[in-house]
C-alpha cells in the first residue's frame, strides 16, 4: 500500500513561480511535488495555497481536520509570507515601526500548535525550511511603483531582507527541534550552490524550475534518511538522478 501524505503550505509548496516571458506568476508542472509522485510510491494531496500565512494555513487544517487522520504524514511549510511586511506602508512611513505579517513570536507558537494539531488527528508532521532569497531581486521586486529610497531607508541595508527571511528559517528549525519533529533542510541544499541565485525566479523568492528540481532531491534524498521507514525507495532514481 502507498504511503499518503498531505502538504500544507504557501506558494513554494503549491508550486508557484514567476514566468518572466509571461510576466505573471503560474503553476510550475514539474514542481517539486509532482517530481515526488512521479518518482516514490507515495499519494500527495496539497493543501497549499499562494500567500498563506501560518494563521491562513492554520485556518485551512481546521476545515480538513477530518482528512488528516488519513495521511501518515503531514508536511508543512510556512514562513516565506509570515516575515513579509506591508511594503507600501513602509515605503510610505519610513520613520515609523512596521510589523510583519506574523511576528516571529507568534509565528513559533502557531507553527507548535499546528503540529499539535496534527498529531491530534493521527498524522506525523514534518517540516520544511524555506529556500533562501535573493536580496537584491526581493528589494528591487517589492519597490516596484513605490519609493526604494524611502524602503531602503527602513531597511537601513538591501541585506537586511535576507536576514529577516533567515530569522524565521531558524525559528522553523527550532520549532522542530522542540517539538521533536523531522525537518528537511532545503536550505542547505541552495546555499550550497556557488550562485544559489540562478535556482529562484526574478522576483528573487520564488525557486524557479530548477529550483524545483533541486527540492526534490533533497527531499528524496532525506526521506531516507530519517529516522523512521517512509518510502521503500525512488521509483525512477535513475531518472531523478539524471536531471540534478
Request: contains cysteine.
Given at each position: 500500500?502507498?504511503?499518503?501524505?498531505c502538504?500544507?503550505?504557501?506558494?513554494v509548496?503549491?508550486?508557484?513561480?514567476?514566468?518572466?516571458?509571461?510576466?505573471?506568476?503560474?503553476?510550475?508542472?514539474d514542481?517539486?511535488?509532482?517530481?515526488?509522485?512521479?518518482?516514490?510510491p507515495?499519494?500527495?494531496?496539497?493543501?497549499?495555497?499562494?500567500?498563506?500565512?501560518?494563521?491562513?494555513?492554520?485556518?485551512?487544517?481546521?476545515?480538513?481536520m477530518?482528512?488528516?487522520?488519513?495521511?501518515?504524514?503531514?508536511?508543512l511549510?510556512?514562513?516565506?509570507?509570515?516575515?513579509?511586511?506591508?511594503?507600501?506602508?513602509?515605503?510610505?512611513?519610513?520613520d515609523e515601526?512596521?510589523?510583519?505579517?506574523?511576528?516571529?513570536?507568534?509565528f513559533?507558537?502557531?507553527?507548535?500548535?499546528?503540529?499539535?494539531?496534527?498529531?491530534?488527528?493521527?498524522?506525523?508532521p514534518?517540516?520544511?525550511?524555506?529556500?533562501?532569497?535573493?536580496?537584491?531581486?526581493?528589494?528591487k521586486?517589492?519597490?516596484?511603483?513605490?519609493?526604494?529610497?524611502?524602503?531602503?531607508?527602513?531597511?537601513?541595508?538591501?541585506?537586511?531582507?535576507?536576514?529577516?527571511?533567515?530569522?524565521?528559517?531558524l525559528?522553523?528549525?527550532?520549532?522542530?527541534?522542540?517539538?521533536d519533529?523531522?525537518?528537511?533542510?532545503?536550505?542547505?541544499?541552495?546555499?550550497?550552490?556557488?550562485?544559489?541565485?540562478?535556482?529562484?525566479?526574478?522576483?528573487?523568492?520564488?525557486?524557479?524550475?530548477?529550483?524545483?528540481?533541486?527540492?526534490?532531491?533533497?527531499?528524496?534524498?532525506?526521506?531516507?534518511?530519517?529516522p523512521?521507514?517512509?518510502?521503500?525507495?525512488?521509483?525512477?532514481?535513475?531518472?531523478?538522478?539524471?536531471?540534478?
Amino acid at each position: 500500500m502507498n504511503l499518503s501524505v498531505c502538504i500544507f503550505g504557501d506558494s513554494v509548496s503549491k508550486g508557484v513561480i514567476f514566468d518572466s516571458a509571461l510576466k505573471k506568476y503560474t503553476l510550475l508542472r514539474d514542481c517539486f511535488v509532482n517530481r515526488i509522485k512521479r518518482s516514490f510510491p507515495v499519494i500527495i494531496k496539497n493543501y497549499s495555497r499562494f500567500g498563506y500565512t501560518i494563521t491562513k494555513g492554520m485556518e485551512l487544517m481546521r476545515r480538513h481536520m477530518s482528512e488528516l487522520v488519513g495521511y501518515d504524514y503531514t508536511v508543512l511549510e510556512f514562513g516565506g509570507n509570515d516575515c513579509d511586511f506591508n511594503w507600501a506602508e513602509v515605503s510610505a512611513k519610513p520613520d515609523e515601526e512596521h510589523q510583519p505579517k506574523t511576528p516571529v513570536g507568534l509565528f513559533e507558537r502557531k507553527y507548535k500548535e499546528l503540529i499539535a494539531q496534527v498529531r491530534t488527528c493521527g498524522s506525523r508532521p514534518i517540516l520544511l525550511t524555506l529556500p533562501p532569497i535573493d536580496a537584491d531581486r526581493y528589494f528591487k521586486w517589492i519597490s516596484k511603483g513605490l519609493n526604494p529610497g524611502a524602503i531602503l531607508k527602513w531597511l537601513s541595508d538591501v541585506e537586511h531582507i535576507y536576514r529577516w527571511h533567515e530569522r524565521y528559517n531558524l525559528a522553523v528549525c527550532q520549532v522542530a527541534q522542540e517539538c521533536d519533529v523531522p525537518v528537511i533542510d532545503i536550505s542547505s541544499a541552495f546555499l550550497e550552490e556557488h550562485h544559489y541565485q540562478l535556482f529562484l525566479c526574478e522576483d528573487g523568492i520564488h525557486p524557479n524550475e530548477d529550483g524545483h528540481r533541486l527540492i526534490s532531491r533533497v527531499i528524496g534524498e532525506t526521506l531516507q534518511r530519517l529516522p523512521f521507514p517512509v518510502l521503500p525507495g525512488p521509483v525512477h532514481s535513475q531518472a531523478v538522478t539524471a536531471e540534478t
